[in-house]
């Protein structure tokens, strides 16, 4: 096997870990270079561990890997950005739970995509810094859904394949998009008020810097929420598990 094939540099952000065998941990990784892959970190969960601090989800890392029978074994790690305010703010940690589990989802073992990568590693760092991150997730879903092949359709009819007008709409997850006033009757789809199919355009065509200049209204934003998690639960059939643990902080907060 060539020198090349027997390590990989690479940075990454640690999507989730699980312990294996008596003191290791399997990695699940998204990698700049390969996309999402697996590694080993042995003796991780020992106390004297250098590499566990390096090691923990949503942490981005420099990492050295070298081959090994099943998965690629960690030699080498180096934090890049800890994002330590998810850390320190409860709901920021539920809101990164939740990033991290969407691209999870999404992807497999299938190589780079460097512009998904991007995606992950600016939306962590919007929601570390931003008072109220919102925004930041909504851009995050929409353009998560282009870049894995899911964009949905905003701006013609999916069924008639006429423009969509300046008037409420419907959104139909099954037709993977909006259906006119005609078309969308009888079909089972949810309506979609215009000024919502707006913002959605708006973040879909624009860059985040373009879309976060115009403020989003909480009602606006809980119906966007609401109907990109009705289609991403259609597409892979099955709910996340992070957006009720985020629900259930928002209503603490809201408590309190």
């Not at 403020?215 to 059939?237: F, V």
């Amino acid at each position: 096997m060539p020198d090349r094939e027997r390590t990989l540099r690479c940075e990454a952000v640690v999507l989730r870990h699980t312990d294996w065998g008596e003191a290791d941990r399997v990695l699940t990784l998204f990698t700049q270079e390969e996309g999402k892959q697996r590694a080993v970190a042995k003796g991780a969960r020992k106390l004297k561990s250098r590499k566990a601090g390096h090691l923990e989800p949503f942490t981005r890392v420099k990492l050295m890997l070298a081959r090994g029978r099943d998965f690629w074994i960690v030699t080498q790690a180096e934090t890049v950005d800890a994002y330590l305010p998810l850390r320190e703010d409860l709901l920021k940690t539920a809101y990164a739970a939740y990033i991290l589990e969407l691209i999870d989802r999404f992807t497999y073992e299938e190589g780079s995509n460097r512009l998904l990568y991007s995606l992950l590693v600016d939306t962590l760092q919007r929601v570390s810094e931003m008072e109220a991150p919102l925004p930041a997730l909504r851009y995050y879903e929409i353009h998560l859904l282009d870049l894995v092949g899911f964009r949905p359709e905003l701006f013609r009819c999916v069924k008639c394949e006429e423009t969509i007008q300046a008037v409420d709409q419907f959104f139909s997850p099954a037709r993977g998009g909006v259906l006119c006033p005609n078309c969308g009757k009888g079909e089972g789809a949810r309506s979609v008020p215009v000024k919502v199919l707006k913002y959605l355009r708006h973040y879909q065509r624009s860059t985040f810097r373009e879309a976060a200049r115009v403020p989003l209204p909480m009602g606006i934003g809980e119906q966007m929420e609401a109907l990109l998690n009705e289609y991403i639960t259609y597409i892979l059939e099955r709910r996340l598990n992070s957006p009720a643990f985020v629900h259930e902080i928002q209503h603490q907060q809201e408590k309190d």
